[in-house]
């Protein structure tokens, strides 16, 4: 579990996260959403300690991350994966290498020993047969699930993933969001993601933030959204005819399943 509090940041005279607060719960995913400039990316940056808040309280599991000396923040660190939004692989690194770099710079095991742990979370994440290969060789889809691979290779307790299914066509973001979900819930980590993906959103927001000019204006999840009478979020997620069409079907089913359920307790009675 991850819980900050009153996180205030500034650069200069603006102030990009104002007096946030929120929870981002273990073995689930923790999705922080909002427009560009809204403060998700700055909040995760200081979540991870890229940045420094101004004010505020960020805590791991009970443990005060501001206040930790830097030998405490590296051991904290090493628990933490991160998936970028391109991936950030390094071009001249197979797979393999890329895979195993957090193995070389973290741990003092032997290479027949970081080999097995790279095969396998790459067969986790699907990839077979593809060590030797290079990032330029490799399809969006699969530099994702190396990215994925390569986050959680030091079996983190905490996955920070920056828009996990960018530049990625709808079939392949529904795929990396199983994947993502998969793996959260398989390892009990505390995940959380910055999104635009609306359909990330109805699909694996468990626990969703929603940012606006610098602060938490909404949280909830996936169902909750679908009642949400926040005129904001509502114009954040349902901006399009579609969606918003998407929506009213699902209040409608919804509302079906209740009246049927009443209809039921009624028979019962």
């Known amino acids: 579990m991850i819980e900050f509090k ?15 607060s929120h929870v981002m719960q273990t073995g689930m995913c923790n999705l922080i959403i909002g427009t560009s400039g809204s403060g998700k990316t700055v909040l995760q940056k200081c979540l991870v300690g890229l940045l420094d808040p101004d004010a505020g309280d960020i805590n791991y599991d009970g443990l005060d991350f501001n206040q930790m000396p830097e030998e ?27 895979v195993m770099f957090p193995l070389d710079m973290f741990t003092k095991k032997h290479f027949d020993e ?29 530099k994702k699930r190396v990215g994925i691979a390569r986050a959680i290779v030091l ?20 795929v990396i969001d199983k994947l993502i979900m998969d793996i959260t819930k398989e390892f009990n980590m505390t995940t959380v993601i910055n999104t635009h993906d609306m359909n990330s959103v109805m699909e694996i927001g468990e626990n969703i933030l929603y940012m606006y000019q610098g602060k938490k204006e909404w949280s909830g999840n996936k169902k909750d959204i679908i009642f949400s009478k926040n005129q904001l979020l509502n114009e954040f997620i349902f901006a399009s ?16 399943k209740i009246d049927n359920d009443r209809n039921m307790d009624e028979l019962l009675k």
């Open 6 to 20: 009153n996180i205030k940041k500034s650069f200069g005279d603006k102030v990009v996260l104002d007096d946030v």
């Open 155 to 174: 079996n983190p307790k905490y996955l920070f993933c920056d828009e996990p299914n960018s530049g990625l066509d709808p079939q392949t973001s529904m």
């Open 114 to 142: 970081k080999l097995q742990r790279v095969n396998e979370v790459l067969d986790r994440v699907n990839l077979k047969d593809v060590n030797k290969k290079y990032p330029a060789e490799l399809s969006g889809g699969m």
């Open 72 to 98: 405490q923040r590296k051991e904290l660190r090493q628990q933490i994966g991160m998936l970028f939004q391109g991936s950030a692989l390094f071009d001249s690194m197979t797979v393999q290498q890329n």
């Open 241 to 256: 005819e579609f969606l918003q069409d998407a929506k009213d079907m699902r209040m409608l089913e919804a509302r079906g």
